[in-house]
């Protein structure tokens, strides 16, 4: 797959730990490179060792580092390419929400041969709070990314909303969240056109 | 004429807002009736009442300059500019309406110029309507640029990476010197030249005893402090390489005089005689030299310049080491026949002779 994984786990730790932890975290991995290169294809065999020599190092189950990740990679100040792409998808969190199922074609927009994980979007009940979320994708345990993802996404949208990732159903894990307050906070500013 | 089917749609400004919040309703005689919110918004002002063409300036077709001539060609897309500084472009679409007179409906679009109108105007998602692929394009941009900034990122540390390899692939690691092909490039740079110079064989002597007696370590050292010594020997422009081993190669530029190039070898010689020392041990080597002088003449190949350089080295190692032996020109002392071949007219010797 893509660097690109490869990178943000690398760019993560680098912002959150340190330099001497990524390298640490490289050895351990025998990632066999310093760093990776986002647009350039590496061995899916890597992002295991990597995830797993992350796990290790920074003392965390693969659960809570794909949140971190997540969280990370919309929250960050050194972040602000993915974050704003995301708000590109709605006005407001249900928008955003609701704009989900479009990521991937949004994505191979940009970058045709880009992989990226099939995601659906339920309203439940009648109520246009709640939403079922379900992803899909190579790597196991995506659903504690996305939970960071879209944590990190409420909170830039000002909204107070509750995440859980639920043992539901016959098609496995999935996300669900409930709207509380689209007013709950003041949020970040989005502006269509880039400053600066 | 065939029937024209009417459609009867009776809709609030403000709802025809959400569906085109660029739209302007004009009366027959050109005033503003309505405008959508995000025209308005852009405008900064009051536009019902105004005169559409004191708001904007119809571009294209250019013969529209009056309301009476516009309302002759509402089949045409309309190329407009909001009046300012600076103006905003938009592409617009008109259809003639009912209700008592009759109007007329425009609705705008930035088109191409949709990311400039953007940022001039600080506008939001809301400001679009849900169904404009204007925001897809924006996205698009965004993302694309993005892309566009790794792949570039990726070419440069590429092209480093390929120069350093580039370097390295001439560079001899423990000295710092150019390598054998590192020299041969250079040596073919100056073969054209039409000038005199000179290639120098220096071998060191005692050197394996060193190695065999303190270890590679001290080995190491010597060769590095030889490189240093070979450099600081020799004029700027000149070139010192190491060929592995033992072996160093010279380049001196320009110069064609034997003596010159004798009395350079001998301080060459003398400074490489002077104890190295290694964690408090003295390392003793010294050096033979060969020389050839080349006038360049376009014939002679780089192997065949070499060839003679070593076997003047072979004659001065040949006359007990620490020596310097130039090709052509026999040796002072007893060379009993040793002297190297005077072939062609690379010897320095031939070439004075012929000039």
Redesign the interface.
Same mark, same amino acid.
Request: charged share 25%.
């Given at each position: 797959m893509f660097g690109l994984v490869n990178r943000a786990v690398e760019r993560f730790v680098i912002d959150n730990y340190g330099e001497e932890a990524w390298s640490r975290i490289a050895q351990m991995g025998k990632l066999g490179v310093d760093s990776f290169e986002p647009m350039l294809k590496y061995d899916d065999a890597i992002t295991d060792r990597l995830i797993t020599a992350s796990s290790l190092f920074l003392g965390k189950s693969e659960e809570i580092l794909f949140e971190d990740l997540g969280n990370y990679l919309v929250s960050h100040p050194n972040c602000e390419v993915p974050r704003r792409l995301l708000r590109f998808g709605g006005e407001t969190f249900a928008d955003f929400l609701l704009s989900l199922d479009d990521l991937p074609e949004r994505a191979r927009l940009a970058v045709p041969d880009l992989e990226i994980p099939m995601i659906e979007v339920d309203e439940t009940e009648a109520s246009s709070y709640g939403y079922v979320v379900r992803v899909r994708g190579v790597i196991e345990g995506l659903e504690f990314f996305l939970s960071g993802v879209l944590r990190a996404m409420a909170d830039d949208y000002g909204t107070l909303a509750l995440l859980e990732i639920e043992e539901a159903d016959t098609l496995g894990r999935h996300l669900r969240v409930a709207i509380h307050d689209t007013d709950f906070g003041e949020g970040r500013k989005f502006e269509l056109a880039k400053r600066g | 004429m065939g029937i024209v089917e009417t459609c009867a749609v009776d809709i609030e400004a403000a709802e025809l807002g959400r569906l085109m919040p660029m739209y302007v309703h004009l009366s027959n005689d050109g005033i503003i009736l309505a405008a959508g919110p995000t025209l308005s918004k852009i405008a900064g002002r009051q536009l019902v009442g105004k005169g559409f063409l004191d708001v904007l300036e119809v571009r294209r077709p250019r013969s529209i300059t009056t309301f009476q001539v516009l309302r002759n060609h509402l089949d045409n897309t309309l190329h407009l500019s909001l009046r300012g500084d600076p103006p905003t472009l938009f592409r617009a679409v008109a259809a003639r309406t009912g209700g008592q007179g009759g109007g007329i409906l425009l609705n705008l679009s930035f088109g191409i110029h949709v &990311?400039d109108a953007? !940022?001039q105007h600080?506008?939001?998602? !809301?400001d679009f309507a849900a169904t404009d692929l204007a925001? %897809?394009m924006? &996205?698009?941009k %965004? $993302?694309?640029s993005? $892309?566009m900034d %790794?792949?570039r990122r990726?070419n440069e540390?590429l092209e480093t990476a390929r120069r350093v390899a580039q370097e390295t692939a001439v560079t001899d690691l423990l000295t710092g010197l150019p390598n054998r092909r590192g020299f041969e490039l250079k040596i073919s740079e100056r073969m054209g030249r039409n000038e005199p110079f000179a290639v120098m064989v220096l071998d060191l002597d005692f050197f394996k005893a060193v190695n065999d007696t303190l270890g590679h370590e001290a080995g190491d050292v010597v060769l590095q402090t030889a490189a240093k010594r070979f450099l600081n020997c020799m004029r700027r422009g000149d070139v010192v390489a190491r060929m592995g081993g033992d072996e160093f190669l010279g380049l001196c530029d320009g110069t064609a005089d034997p003596d010159h190039l004798k009395a350079v070898g001998e301080r060459l010689i003398e400074s490489l005689e002077a104890p190295i020392e290694y964690h408090g041990r003295e390392c003793k080597v010294s050096a033979s030299i060969g020389i050839v002088v080349a006038e360049d003449d376009g014939n002679t190949t780089l192997a065949e310049l070499l060839k003679m350089a070593d076997e003047a080295l072979y004659v001065s190692k040949r006359n007990g080491r620490g020596q310097v032996s130039i090709a052509g020109i026999p040796t002072t002392d007893q060379s009993d026949g040793l002297e190297v071949e005077n072939t062609k007219v690379v010897s320095f010797r031939s070439a004075r002779n012929t000039s």
């Amino acid at each position: 797959m893509f660097g690109l994984v490869n990178r943000a786990v690398e760019r993560f730790v680098i912002d959150n730990y340190g330099e001497e932890a990524w390298s640490r975290i490289a050895q351990m991995g025998k990632l066999g490179v310093d760093s990776f290169e986002p647009m350039l294809k590496y061995d899916d065999a890597i992002t295991d060792r990597l995830i797993t020599a992350s796990s290790l190092f920074l003392g965390k189950s693969e659960e809570i580092l794909f949140e971190d990740l997540g969280n990370y990679l919309v929250s960050h100040p050194n972040c602000e390419v993915p974050r704003r792409l995301l708000r590109f998808g709605g006005e407001t969190f249900a928008d955003f929400l609701l704009s989900l199922d479009d990521l991937p074609e949004r994505a191979r927009l940009a970058v045709p041969d880009l992989e990226i994980p099939m995601i659906e979007v339920d309203e439940t009940e009648a109520s246009s709070y709640g939403y079922v979320v379900r992803v899909r994708g190579v790597i196991e345990g995506l659903e504690f990314f996305l939970s960071g993802v879209l944590r990190a996404m409420a909170d830039d949208y000002g909204t107070l909303a509750l995440l859980e990732i639920e043992e539901a159903d016959t098609l496995g894990r999935h996300l669900r969240v409930a709207i509380h307050d689209t007013d709950f906070g003041e949020g970040r500013k989005f502006e269509l056109a880039k400053r600066g | 004429m065939g029937i024209v089917e009417t459609c009867a749609v009776d809709i609030e400004a403000a709802e025809l807002g959400r569906l085109m919040p660029m739209y302007v309703h004009l009366s027959n005689d050109g005033i503003i009736l309505a405008a959508g919110p995000t025209l308005s918004k852009i405008a900064g002002r009051q536009l019902v009442g105004k005169g559409f063409l004191d708001v904007l300036e119809v571009r294209r077709p250019r013969s529209i300059t009056t309301f009476q001539v516009l309302r002759n060609h509402l089949d045409n897309t309309l190329h407009l500019s909001l009046r300012g500084d600076p103006p905003t472009l938009f592409r617009a679409v008109a259809a003639r309406t009912g209700g008592q007179g009759g109007g007329i409906l425009l609705n705008l679009s930035f088109g191409i110029h949709v &990311y400039d109108a953007v !940022s001039q105007h600080r506008l939001n998602l !809301s400001d679009f309507a849900a169904t404009d692929l204007a925001i %897809e394009m924006l &996205y698009l941009k %965004e $993302a694309k640029s993005a $892309a566009m900034d %790794e792949s570039r990122r990726l070419n440069e540390r590429l092209e480093t990476a390929r120069r350093v390899a580039q370097e390295t692939a001439v560079t001899d690691l423990l000295t710092g010197l150019p390598n054998r092909r590192g020299f041969e490039l250079k040596i073919s740079e100056r073969m054209g030249r039409n000038e005199p110079f000179a290639v120098m064989v220096l071998d060191l002597d005692f050197f394996k005893a060193v190695n065999d007696t303190l270890g590679h370590e001290a080995g190491d050292v010597v060769l590095q402090t030889a490189a240093k010594r070979f450099l600081n020997c020799m004029r700027r422009g000149d070139v010192v390489a190491r060929m592995g081993g033992d072996e160093f190669l010279g380049l001196c530029d320009g110069t064609a005089d034997p003596d010159h190039l004798k009395a350079v070898g001998e301080r060459l010689i003398e400074s490489l005689e002077a104890p190295i020392e290694y964690h408090g041990r003295e390392c003793k080597v010294s050096a033979s030299i060969g020389i050839v002088v080349a006038e360049d003449d376009g014939n002679t190949t780089l192997a065949e310049l070499l060839k003679m350089a070593d076997e003047a080295l072979y004659v001065s190692k040949r006359n007990g080491r620490g020596q310097v032996s130039i090709a052509g020109i026999p040796t002072t002392d007893q060379s009993d026949g040793l002297e190297v071949e005077n072939t062609k007219v690379v010897s320095f010797r031939s070439a004075r002779n012929t000039s």
